[in-house]
Nanobody, 121 residues
Framework: QLQVVESGGGLVQPGGSLRLSCVVS????????MSWFRQAPGKEREKISC????????FYADAVKGRFTISRHDAHNTLNLQMDSLKPEDAAVYYC??????????????WGQGTQVTVSS
């Protein structure tokens, strides 16, 4: 069973940057299309970025386009999300998710436990 573990969340000031990481085990990252979701209190879960198995296709939600960058490093079984120019509205629990068959699935088969991102001065 694939295990997915996120890290890198924390408190950052508006305009700052964070890099989230997601490490998979029990399987090989290259076999999975990967996504990042987030959920803020009182709001629905939101898909914010995806990357295909090959890494050649990516998706960004309008809310993060131009500020966030997704990347995968299959040799290290690691997925990253570089988040720049952070805004208070980016505060949420961020989840890494993996799906063996579908790029940008709305409900991937494997999920991490989430990492909290707080954007506040």
């Amino acid at each position: 069973q694939l295990q997915v573990v996120e890290s890198g969340g924390g408190l950052v000031q508006p305009g700052g940057s964070l890099r989230l990481s997601c490490v998979v085990s029990g399987g090989t990252l290259e076999d999975y299309a990967m996504s990042w979701f987030r959920q803020a209190p009182g709001k629905e879960r939101e898909k914010i970025s995806c990357i295909s198995r090959s890494g050649t296709s990516t998706f960004y939600a309008d809310a993060v386009k131009g500020r966030f960058t997704i990347s995968r490093h299959d040799a290290h079984n690691t997925l990253n999300l570089q988040m720049d120019s952070l805004k208070p509205e980016d505060a949420a629990v961020y989840y890494c998710a993996a799906d063996r068959y579908f790029f940008c699935s709305p409900n991937p088969s494997h999920w991490g436990q989430g990492t909290q991102v707080t954007v506040s001065s």
